[in-house]
């Protein structure tokens, strides 16, 4: 029975993986049986004709700063807010906390008005700290969580032995932090490296473009060549699916505690 | 006088040691600063300048004038946007399917199948796949003279070929299977969640005590996971309004004609292909509202809920 019901969510990556595999003239024939021949062809001119893989390195580039920076400002900002409880504590960690439920498209277009009107879009570095800002009011709300529970002695204690802030944040805070860093961290990349709407808006120059968008603008192309396209997908989910295979546990702790608020 | 320097010396070192605590407490202020600077450049002052421009005639690089509420005035009278609500409230219509399906494959994990791991990995690698990507496949078997057609024909059902994506009374139907699909492996995620929290001692007693299938899922089961049964369904409704783009995007670019075209498709339609940006704004101004208006339904009645238990 449940089998039966696993079958459907198989067969979308069985036929997208046997189209990858197909020649094109053949798909063209036949896109419904197992490719006689397999063939190398689409990776390759999804990867060089199509750029994919310049748009690869331009993700890597940009979700990887994005990932790195939501980490450290989360964990220094949700240690500032333990250690400095109050009511203007609250109510601005509140404000900040809160902005994890506006949707993206509220505020994209506003976003991408102010950016262009410094210089600042079609740049991957900037489009790292928009990541960057865009998940860490999550990484605020986990991290916080994260360290209430934590018992005051530990931080006590060490206050006693004279270490300022920075240190106990970098040798007491940040060591304790690891779990949830990790789930911060799988978090901010899966939504990062899955986001479509702030990568097709903030960078628009073609020799830029990242790799989902990339991918996703390849079948707007007038010529539809569907096993490239196909090519494209497979490589565009293969680091999600490393990710997945490395930190599902992550993934799925992450999800039902950023979910569960 | 050696008294003397010994008070100065103390002095001194309070003096200096309070210097420090506030130098300290200011430089502890770095420690809140980028989290705070990033989130107002990012969010914060964006959705302020998208609210405050949709009461104003709009053209970027040559300011603003205010015109009160006729952006929205203009929007409301519009067949297109009657069109649009009338599609997002046809979506709706989805949410009791993508909350049952995984309730119910839940529900047999629960009950005990060999390797429930490997089924909720395969639901939940479907349910983290980037959406433009699983749109792009779907794209690919629901054209016209895609997978899905083709195959129909070979099995001598070519009456049953349709153009699933550009007849524009089963495009809707069509995402709303595509999102089930999509929304599956989340859903078993946090439904197995809930189930494993279920008192299993309760469970057992209960058993033990006669009560049949039905009682013990309607008494005990069903009581504990509605919190989670509730707030997934807001999710849903939440994605209705804010998370369809990459699905249009990918599969129907708001077409046939408007037949697809949701709100969050259309503001980016508005900005980026027509330019008119100050529409585009009084629509982010809807969708937060109605974004707001959704968590706040959603968050009344858990209120209501922990009240009355």
Not at chain 1, 238 to 243: D, E, R
Not at chain 2, 12 to 17: C, G, I, N
Not at chain 2, 81 to 110: C, R, T
Request: glycine content about 8%; hydrophobic content about 55%.
């Amino acid at each position: 029975m449940l089998l039966l019901l696993t079958l459907p969510f198989l067969y979308p990556f069985v036929f997208l993986i046997n189209t990858a595999l197909k020649p094109r003239s053949e798909f063209e024939r036949d896109s419904v049986s197992l490719s006689t021949k397999l063939t190398f062809e689409n990776f390759a001119s999804a990867w060089t004709d199509a750029d994919l893989g310049a748009a690869m390195l331009h993700s890597v580039i940009s979700v990887s700063i994005g990932v790195l920076v939501a980490v450290a400002i989360s964990v220094t900002g949700a240690f500032w807010f333990v250690r400095r409880p109050g009511r203007w504590s609250t109510s601005w960690r509140v404000l900040l906390i809160a902005t994890t439920a506006i949707p993206l498209p509220v505020y994209i277009i506003p976003l991408f008005l102010q950016l262009s009107d410094a210089g600042l879009t079609d740049n991957l570095y900037v489009m790292g700290a928009i990541y960057a800002g865009w998940t860490s009011s999550l990484g605020l709300y986990l991290v916080y969580t994260f360290l209430k529970a934590i018992p005051d002695e530990l931080l006590e204690a060490a206050q006693l032995d004279g270490a300022n802030p920075w240190q106990q944040l970098a040798y007491i805070v940040l060591p304790l932090c690891k779990p949830i860093v990790a789930t911060l961290a799988v978090l901010a990349f899966v939504a990062t490296w899955s986001d479509l709407l702030a990568g097709v808006v903030l960078i628009q120059d073609p020799e830029k473009r990242l790799l989902i968008p990339a991918t996703a603008l390849l079948n707007d192309l007038h010529v539809s060549n569907v096993p490239r396209t196909a090519a494209a997908v497979v490589i565009a989910m293969a680091p999600m699916f490393v990710v997945f295979l490395v930190g599902q546990r992550s993934l799925a702790r992450g999800i039902l505690a950023g979910i569960g608020k | 006088m050696h008294q003397l320097t010994e008070n100065t010396r103390v002095a001194r070192r309070t003096a200096f040691s309070g210097l420090r605590r506030v130098t300290s407490a200011a430089s502890e202020l770095f420690m809140v600063l980028p989290v705070t600077v990033l989130i107002a450049f990012v969010v914060l002052i964006p959705v302020g300048s998208a609210i405050w421009h949709s009461f104003t005639e709009w053209t970027p690089g040559y300011g603003s004038t205010w015109i009160g509420l006729d952006n929205y005035r203009e929007i409301f009278a519009s067949d297109q946007f009657q069109q649009l609500l009338s599609n997002q409230f046809i979506l709706l219509l989805g949410v009791p399917l993508w909350v049952g399906f995984p309730l119910a494959v839940s529900f047999l994990l629960y009950e005990g199948v060999p390797l429930p791991g490997a089924f909720r990995a395969i639901f939940f690698f479907a349910g983290t796949s980037p959406p433009a990507l699983i749109g792009l496949l779907f794209s690919f078997m629901l054209a016209t003279n895609g997978t899905l057609n083709e195959t129909l024909r070979r099995l001598g059902l070519g009456a049953l070929a349709n153009g699933w994506l550009t007849n524009e009374n089963l495009v809707k139907p069509v995402i709303i299977l595509v999102l089930a699909w999509a929304t599956m492996g989340m859903g078993v995620v946090l439904f197995s969640a809930a189930l494993t929290a279920v008192d299993g001692e309760l469970l057992e007693s209960a058993e033990l005590d006669g009560a049949g299938w039905w009682q013990r899922m309607r008494h005990i089961i069903l009581p504990s996971i509605r919190p989670t049964v509730e707030l997934w369904t807001v999710l849903l409704v939440i994605m209705v309004f804010t998370g369809i783009f990459p699905w249009i995007f990918t599969l129907t670019g708001g077409g046939p004609g408007y037949a697809s075209t949701t709100l969050d498709w259309d503001l980016y339609v508005n900005a980026l292909t027509y330019g008119n940006f100050d529409f585009a704004a009084a629509e982010s101004v809807l969708l937060l509202a109605i974004a707001a208006f959704i968590m706040g339904v959603g968050w009344m009645s858990a209120k209501y809920r922990e009240s009355r238990a």
